[in-house]
């Protein structure tokens, strides 16, 4: 089946810092999106990126769907960014559509 | 405004007494999806409704059942809770099936087995 690698697994910044993540996905696929959970739990989409490049706020994303990666920028990071970033890939498997999450990137940031 | 609720937010069981978790949404999308995240793991697939009909993950435990009375609302039933069900359960919805457009997750129901 399609293998969803991301990197690094950890990663410790200090506040202000810039971070670039990275997910690697080994078959072509029909959607990617990048994830954000919170210490408490709650999981919050944070883009909807099957190719290009996409900002929101101190956060962008691009996904280059021909090299099979998608790359999360975050700039000036702040302690609220702490969590897992988790990036999920959704490709057609045996008529039916299945969305396969990496196994995510931990983040803590220091203040 | 919560779209997405799940309750409760903490539920602890005894081994082997069937426990109910329940989700609810305001976004009236077609499509309801249950997950299980154990710790320092990605969310993994239970099953997930398209409108009525019930798409189980063939890795799913017979243990692990759900029903949809209507479009608001989801329960996953878990008829007899092992130690190895304590994890955090996740419902999560969207518009159209499966990444064709963005998932809204619930806060998530933590499940603790004693």
């Known amino acids: 089946g399609i293998q969803v690698e991301q990197s690094p697994p950890d990663l410790i910044l200090q506040e202000g810092a810039n971070s670039t993540l990275r997910c690697n996905f080994s078959d072509s696929v029909n959607n990617l999106q990048w994830f954000h959970q919170n210490p408490w739990g709650q999981l919050i989409n944070l883009f909807y990126i099957p190719s290009g490049t996409k900002q929101n706020g101190r956060l962008s994303a691009t996904t280059v769907a021909t090299e099979r990666y998608s790359l999360l920028y975050i700039s000036s990071s702040q302690t609220t960014d702490s969590g897992v970033y988790f990036c999920?890939?959704?490709?057609?498997?045996?008529?039916?559509?299945?969305?396969?999450f990496g196994s995510g990137t931990r983040l803590l940031v220091r203040p | 405004d919560a779209m997405v609720i799940q309750n409760p937010r903490y539920q602890v069981t005894q081994f082997g007494k069937p426990v109910t978790l329940s989700c609810s949404q305001t976004?009236?999308?077609?499509?309801m999806y249950w997950y299980q995240q154990k710790s320092s793991q990605a969310p993994k697939l239970l099953f997930h409704?398209?409108?009525?009909?019930?798409?189980n993950e063939a890795d799913t435990p017979d243990n692990f059942q759900s029903r949809r009375p209507n479009t608001s609302f989801c329960f996953l039933d878990i008829r007899s809770p092992g130690l190895g069900d304590a994890a955090m359960y996740l419902c999560?919805?969207?518009?159209?099936?499966?990444?064709?457009?963005?998932?809204?997750f619930g806060s998530g129901t933590q499940l603790s087995v004693l």
């Open positions: 999560a919805t969207s518009r159209q099936n499966w990444g064709r457009e963005k998932l809204f």
């Open positions: 409704y398209y409108d009525k009909d019930f798409n």
């Open positions: 999920a890939v959704d490709f057609l498997m045996d008529s039916s559509y299945k969305l396969i």
């Open positions: 976004l009236n999308h077609n499509v």
